[in-house]
């Protein structure tokens, strides 16, 4: 691994991790879904001091997401729910999957 930049290269893999959590946050069908602009409004911040973020543009995510006591339609996305990120957090069904993506990319890239 001569001549590679490791913090950039693990810049690069933490981006391309949130960018696959994005992808099958939207799959599993969690986030509410009316018109589809709650959920095509979801983009990955750029990861700074090792850290990134998936987060929502519209004026009204941050009202749904924290109030999961709504009715949410379930027609488009059969799961959705307030606080649709909590599967992939701490204690969450996919808490470890972010870690796992991380270190699948980190061996694909470092011939691990």
């Given at each position: 691994m001569a001549g590679i930049d490791f913090n950039q290269l693990c810049a690069d893999i933490l981006e391309e991790t949130a960018r696959q959590l994005k992808t099958e946050i939207v799959n599993e069908g969690v986030i509410p879904k009316d018109q589809g602009s709650l959920e095509t409004?979801?983009?990955v911040?750029?990861?700074e001091q090792n850290r990134t973020e998936i987060s929502a543009s519209t004026p009204?995510?941050?009202?749904?997401?924290?109030?999961?006591e709504y009715n949410f339609r379930q027609g488009e996305n059969p799961n959705a729910k307030g606080a649709w990120f909590e599967d992939w957090e701490s204690g969450g069904k996919y808490e470890n999957r972010a870690s796992e993506i991380f270190i699948q990319k980190f061996k694909q890239k470092t011939g691990g």
């Open positions: 409004s979801h983009h911040l750029h990861p009204y995510a941050r009202r749904l997401y924290m109030h999961p």
